[in-house]
């Protein structure tokens, strides 16, 4: 079964607890939850990791570069947080590993808020993004996944 990964960071760790106005009510173990349910319904296996620290999200990124160099992984959806407007390094780290389908994904509209989060270090590296469809926005990414994946194999 191919693997795929749900990658969340900073503070996201906090989805459903504070903040409802402009995240929502949902909690992080409902997202992976419904998550690795949609994953295995294309017949994927799912992995879900969240972490506050960008050195573990970057070796991640790099774990499922390996799987993905060997056909067992098909990408990732990618909700870096607030490293999406400050880290170069999360850039260096999808563009690095050549070819891995990473979707980012934002609950909330980040063009509609403050104007630090209109940028991303993140974009120019995705292979699509996901904005303002509050937690849905994992699922709608884990389909644009798998329609991805569905061109590389025809
Ligand atoms: O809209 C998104 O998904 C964001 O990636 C969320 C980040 C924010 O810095 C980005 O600009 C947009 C913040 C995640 C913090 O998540 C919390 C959730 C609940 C309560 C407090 C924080």
Redesign the pocket.
Known sequence: MKKVLLLN????N??????PT??GNTTLADVETQFVQAAARMGWDAECFQSNWEGALIDKIHEYGQWFKVGQAVGVVF????F??TSIALHDAIKGVDGLPVIE????N?HA?EEF?HRSWVSPVAAGIVVGFGVDGYLLALEGLHRIHQRSVS
């Open positions: 960071g900073p503070n996201l906090l989805l459903g607890t504070r903040e402009q995240y909700n870096p947080g607030a999406t407007h994904t934002h609950i909330s980040v808020r989060r």
